[in-house]
């Protein structure tokens, strides 16, 4: 039978082991049973020389892509440039033929713009330009190609659409311009648009040809009378005398 001074001896010689151990064992912030700042307990290897080329590698990247971005669009508006539009027709006229589907351009510029940058300054002819981009990509496909052609003139190629088509379309996108009031530096004005419209393969067959049978229906919408949507003839017209923009 065993003796039971020596089993509560044996009991209290493994509570003392246990206590020593729990002393010796690591917390945190604590070793071998003494107390440091966590902060000396803290431990960050240093990048490796592939993690410093895989981060180098990253910013190459985000800066082509940045770059990139800006050689293709306007710094103004966001739209794309005449760059990214020279780049883009050929493919889009090449998937056009092949699947047999029409491609409409239409022309279009801001009637009298000179005069907002004259009689309010260009801060506010910014202003105007950026509201009209505005209205532009809030009425355009994503599939269409909507690009600031030059100054206060803008391109739209719309895919898949009749030249009839892209003119009900244009002219309902003239309304919502003509009605918007464009607010600047305590300023309410409002713009209207002149456009024109062709399309392949009704008027022809190349981007070179329907870009001048469009800018002729716009120079016909401006001597109309401006605030209009003209439709290309199948042959380009002697462009009239028009006045001030």
Known sequence: MP???NHVHGDHSLSSAAQKSSRLSCSPGSVLGRHYPQKWL?????PTDHQK???QYQEIVQLQAQLHHQVLHDPLTQLH???FLNESLPREFARAKRAGYPVTFVMADIDRFKRVNDNYGHACGDVVLLKISEILKENTRESD???RFGGEEFLIVLPGMT???ARKKMDAIRQIIAATVI?????SLSVTISAGVAGYPLHGSDAETLLTLADD?????????RDRVALASPKAPDRPPVGPA
């Open 3 to 5: 003796d039971p001074a």
């Open 42 to 46: 803290s431990f960050r290897s240093a």
């Open 53 to 55: 080329l895989e981060q």
């Open 81 to 83: 440039n005449r760059r």
């Open 145 to 147: 190609i909507l690009c």
């Open 163 to 165: 030249p009839e088509q």
């Open 183 to 187: 607010e600047h530096a305590g300023l």
């Open 217 to 225: 229906a716009l120079y016909e919408a401006k001597n109309g009378g």
